[in-house]
């Protein structure tokens, strides 16, 4: 099956800093990624939309200048979380789709912990 | 087996019970419906899914069914193991958009 990786796993940074999370398709293109945020015990909630060489969709309640979001290629997404404070601490998910068989793949995650 | 009509954030089974898992969904728009299982500190994994055309699939251990005149869905499977204890997450999909999550149920298995 469609493989998505993430990197890295886990980062913990001082609150203030910036932090870049990779999302990658291993073995498919794909026009269209996501990212998820999911904190301790609770359910995978959609951040915003990402497609390759255009703006990303963000939901209503996400900044869009705390997380900065480019797809530059139909491999590579990026999620930079700007000036992060421990309450962006969370489980970021990242989530690509095969244009060809419509499926939605997910990546293993990356636990951010900021101090 | 056991059995829960309304969703529940946990379901404890011993080991060879079959355990239903239900997940209720919002938008009635929605034609393509996912269940995924995650395990602690990893993404969500595909277990099952099912377009709107349908009401039951089945796959291996797996059953899920959907109703769409209540927009209920749930999970079934059979002969639980202790490796299925996991967070288990419905997920539905209207066309062109991105799947969105339901609450997850916490399913513990002793043996």
């Known amino acids: 099956g469609a493989v998505v990786s993430q990197h890295p796993s886990w980062v913990i940074c001082k609150s203030g800093t910036s932090v870049k999370i990779e999302c990658r398709s291993l073995d498919f293109q794909a026009t269209t990624m996501f990212w998820y945020r999911q904190f301790p015990k609770q359910s995978l909630m959609l951040m915003a939309t990402s497609n390759e060489g255009s703006k990303a969709t963000y939901e209503q309640g996400v900044e869009k200048d705390k997380f900065l979001i480019n797809h530059a290629s139909l491999t590579l997404s990026t999620l930079t979380v700007t000036s992060a404070h421990p309450e962006d601490s969370s489980f970021y998910i990242c989530?690509?789709?095969?244009?060809?068989?419509?499926?939605?793949?997910f990546g293993p995650g990356t636990r951010l912990t900021v101090l | 087996g056991e059995s829960v009509g309304l969703h529940l954030p946990t379901l404890s089974v011993q080991e060879g019970d079959n355990s239903i898992i239900n997940c209720a969904y919002s938008?009635?728009?929605?034609?393509?419906f996912i269940w995924y299982k995650q395990e602690s500190g990893k993404g969500p994994q595909f277990i099952i899914d099912i377009r709107s055309n349908m009401d039951k699939r089945q796959g291996q251990r797996v059953t899920v069914l959907l109703n769409k005149t209540v927009k209920h869905l749930s999970l079934q499977i059979a002969a639980t193991q202790p490796g299925d204890s996991a967070v288990y997450f419905c997920a539905e999909k209207e066309a062109g958009t991105a799947l969105i999550f339901g609450k997850g149920t916490t399913l513990s298995v002793s043996s």
């Open positions: 938008n009635s728009a929605s034609d393509y």
């Open positions: 989530s690509a789709r095969d244009p060809n068989g419509g499926g939605q793949f």
